[in-house]
Nanobody, 123 residues
Framework: QLELVESGGGLAQSGGSLRLSCVVS????????IAWFRQAPGKEREGVSC????????EYADPVKGRFTVSRDNAKNTAYLQMDNLKPEDTAVYFC????????????????WGKGTQVTVSS
């Protein structure tokens, strides 16, 4: 059973940065595409970004393009979400998710989920 654990959330000021980590255990990260989702209070969960098993292939939702960068280190079994130029509307619980696909997509049905990490951005 694959387990995902997020960390790195916290409080940041508008314009600041945070880096989220997603540590995978139970299997090798390099057999999964990884995605990041977020859910703000009172809103539906939305896809933020994903990264494929194929090197250099990633996808970003429009609200985060140019500000967030997704990456992975298969040797460390860890995926990352670097979040720069944060805005108050980025406030949400952020989840990482995994699916046994070669190419990622934010529309995939992800099989495994972490419990999330809270990100709060103050104005």
């Amino acid at each position: 059973q694959l387990e995902l654990v997020e960390s790195g959330g916290g409080l940041a000021q508008s314009g600041g940065s945070l880096r989220l980590s997603c540590v995978v255990s139970g299997s090798s990260l390099n057999t999964y595409a990884i995605a990041w989702f977020r859910q703000a209070p009172g809103k539906e969960r939305e896809g933020v970004s994903c990264i494929s098993r194929r090197p250099g292939s990633a996808e970003y939702a429009d609200p985060v393009k140019g500000r967030f960068t997704v990456s992975r280190d298969n040797a460390k079994n860890t995926a990352y979400l670097q979040m720069d130029n944060l805005k108050p509307e980025d406030t949400a619980v952020y989840f990482c998710a995994a699916v046994g696909q070669w190419i990622c997509s934010l529309t995939h049905e992800y099989e495994y989920w972490g419990k999330g990490t809270q990100v709060t951005v103050s104005s």
